[in-house]
């Protein structure tokens, strides 16, 4: 399985997620990814193709604004109606595999990732975005 991690070195991410935190508590764990061997290669891409990012922009967006991401991903209006902690992470890495599979399913680059090279070709991926889920593994 293809692993990435989510960095919370971020100033604003560790304010905005101690938050959230001081509101739940849990050992729930959910695990984000795909278990798609060429992922990684279209993620950062290789020597002869650009790269295809699916995974980053997601955890990109979710830094930027945890509490947006997830409204924006999830069936709920604000944070504030997720009724326990369980429900919370859960919901995250829902809204997680949700923001990867339209990444992977985005018409055009610009879509896809900023700063991607405008005129990279439309992959097949098909098999990436049906591999892509969150599973509890704790």
Do not use: C
Not at 31 to 53: A, D, I, R
């Amino acid at each position: 399985m293809t692993r990435f991690g989510i960095d919370v070195n971020d100033a604003a991410v560790r304010d905005a997620l101690a938050d959230l935190e001081d509101e739940y508590t849990t050992e729930r764990v959910e695990v984000v990814g795909s278990n798609v061997e060429y992922g990684v290669f279209l993620e950062f891409g290789t020597e002869k193709m650009q790269p295809y990012p699916w995974f980053r922009p997601a955890v990109r967006e979710f830094k930027l604004d945890p509490e947006g991401f997830i409204t924006d991903n999830s069936g709920f209006s604000s944070v504030e109606e997720i009724p326990d902690a369980d429900t919370l992470v859960k919901t995250i890495a829902s809204a997680l595999e949700s923001q990867m599979e339209a990444n992977v399913s985005a018409v055009s680059a610009s879509d896809r990732s900023p700063g991607t090279h405008p005129d990279h070709p439309k992959r097949q991926t098909g098999n990436l975005v049906n591999s892509i889920e969150a599973v509890r593994v704790k």
